[in-house]
């Protein structure tokens, strides 16, 4: 069974660029979590998905940031116009419901130069 | 809103000696507990959690940790760890009820197992 995949596992970006994250769950799982860590930090939530709906996004800066889990293909968290404060780790978790524990992904380093 | 405190940043220790890892929590609802453990440039690999039921909960590898609801702590413990051991280890709790199905965590113990 393959686990949580994330591509790419390190992004380079300049700042005012975008940058996409990419997540395929779990086989099986239909809710995921993105997740952000900051260096020395531990992970804080963003957003939560099922299929084509954000059950929760409070975690979400309100600029900026967006996400989507499409009925076909990988989970994608957006960042738009980057600025040197968005470099961070970003990390994706899947579940088959919400009541099960969430599988990490390997995460994806976003650098801003 | 729920909370989780991590004190100890970095915690190093000799192989096979025992280790303590604290975590207190603080929620006015019940919630599921959790210990991560993360490898450098990898994500979160769960190591235990508390659901319910005893409130001892043990790994694979030989960790436990315990659930005290008095003091709100869910301390991970290993009476004798290896070099494998070397990692950042994360405590996590997650509501039982309600909206939320995030998971809130700590900000993280650095091990350092010492040969």
């Known amino acids: 069974n393959a686990g949580v995949m994330q591509n790419p596992r390190h992004l380079v970006r300049r700042r005012g660029q975008e940058a996409r994250l990419r997540c395929s769950p779990m086989k099986g799982h239909s809710h995921v979590y993105w997740y952000r860590q900051l260096p020395e930090e531990g992970l804080k939530f963003m957003v939560y998905?099922?299929?084509?709906?954000?059950?929760?996004e409070s975690g979400m800066p309100k600029e900026r940031f967006s996400a989507e889990f499409p009925k076909e293909g990988p989970s994608i968290l957006r960042i738009q116009q980057v600025v040197r404060g968005d470099s961070a780790a970003y990390f994706c978790?899947?579940?088959?419901?919400?009541?099960?524990?969430?599988?990490f992904g390997d995460g994806t380093r976003l650098s801003i130069l | 809103a729920q909370s989780v405190t991590q004190l100890d940043s970095q915690v190093p220790v000799f192989e096979e000696a025992p280790v303590e890892l604290r975590c207190n929590y603080s929620s006015s609802v019940s919630v599921y507990l959790f210990w991560y453990v993360q490898y450098p440039n990898q994500g979160l690999q769960l190591l235990l959690k508390?659901?319910?039921?005893?409130?001892l909960v043990e790994s694979i590898n030989g960790f436990e940790a315990e659930f005290n609801k008095s003091q709100t702590s869910f301390h991970l413990r290993k009476p004798s760890v290896h070099i494998s051991d070397t990692a950042e280890y994360f405590c996590a709790v997650k509501l039982v009820a309600g909206s939320a199905r995030q998971l809130t965590f700590g900000s993280g113990t650095q091990l350092t197992v010492l040969p």
């Open positions: 508390y659901l319910s039921g005893s409130t």
């Open positions: 978790a899947s579940s088959p419901s919400s009541d099960q524990p969430q599988h």
């Open positions: 998905l099922q299929k084509e709906n954000i059950i929760d």
